[in-house]
């Protein structure tokens, strides 16, 4: 499956931003999807994941009650909504895929190119 990541951008503290994955390939809705955030000079980190059905989610806790990650499986795409943004959440956000619901970035094999989002104070 390839992916690519869309959304991201500049946006001020308390705003939102919706990010976007699209998939290629028919195979999209047997994958749990997830987004992963980093920045330079340090460890790419779970943000959210959403089983392939869409019923069971997770997220780290710094985003939690702020984002909120769901997918359309007609469409091919996940989206990870982000409210309440704050300076810290800037970041270069990555889509990924795998066929197990991990938190865990070694249990994903497809990765989408990523979307910057900044978050200006």
């Known amino acids: 499956v390839q992916l690519q990541a869309s959304g991201g951008g500049l946006v001020q503290a308390g705003g939102s931003l919706r990010l976007s994955c699209a998939a290629s390939?028919?195979?999209?809705?047997?994958?749990?999807m997830a987004w992963f955030r980093q920045v330079p000079g340090k460890e790419r980190e779970f943000v959210a994941v959403i089983n392939s059905r869409g019923s069971s989610t997770a997220y780290a806790d710094s985003v939690k009650g702020r984002f909120t990650i769901s997918r359309d499986n007609a469409k091919r795409t996940a989206y990870l909504l982000m409210n309440s943004l704050k300076p810290e959440d800037t970041a270069v956000y990555y889509c990924a895929a795998a066929l197990s619901f991990s938190i865990l970035t070694y249990a994903y094999g497809y990765w989408g190119q990523g979307t910057l989002v900044t978050v200006s104070s």
């Open positions: 390939g028919r195979t999209f809705s047997r994958y749990a």
